[in-house]
């Protein structure tokens, strides 16, 4: 498994903007698919974001299609979810997730604690 470790959650009202980092340990991120889930309350967690270990496909969920974009910064270590246009319905815990090394942008089996973005009405 990969250390990682999600930063930039926060309050931010309707029609605004956040984005998202996830710092990986070591220097493992050029080689590891990476995605992004989120948990609203009451709800089951839901794919959000992913992107290929040599970031040649994304894929994203139709809720958020449009609005987020997943990028990585390989020589930063770092995965990043930019999301604008926020709605009250995006609301959740937001967590990065890994996979295996040079594998499909699926099956992931790492994750970061989380970060909370909360999109107010």
């Known amino acids: 498994q990969v250390q990682l470790v999600e930063s930039g959650g926060g309050l931010v009202q309707a029609g605004g903007s956040l984005r998202l980092s996830c710092a990986a340990s070591?220097?493992?991120?050029?080689?590891?698919?990476m995605g992004w889930f989120r948990q609203a309350p009451g709800k089951e967690r839901e794919f959000v974001a992913a992107?290929?270990?040599?970031?040649?496909?994304?894929y994203y969920a139709d809720s958020v299609k449009g609005r987020f974009t997943i990028s990585r910064d390989n020589a930063k270590n770092t995965v990043y979810l930019q999301m604008n246009s926020l709605k009250p319905e995006d609301t959740a815990v937001y967590y990065c997730?890994?996979?295996?090394?040079?594998?499909?942008?699926?099956?992931?089996?790492?994750w970061g604690q989380g970060t909370q973005v909360t999109v107010s009405s």
């Open positions: 992107i290929s270990w040599n970031a040649g496909s994304t």
């Open positions: 070591g220097r493992t991120l050029g080689i590891i698919p």
């Open positions: 997730a890994a996979g295996r090394p040079l594998g499909p942008p699926r099956d992931f089996d790492s």
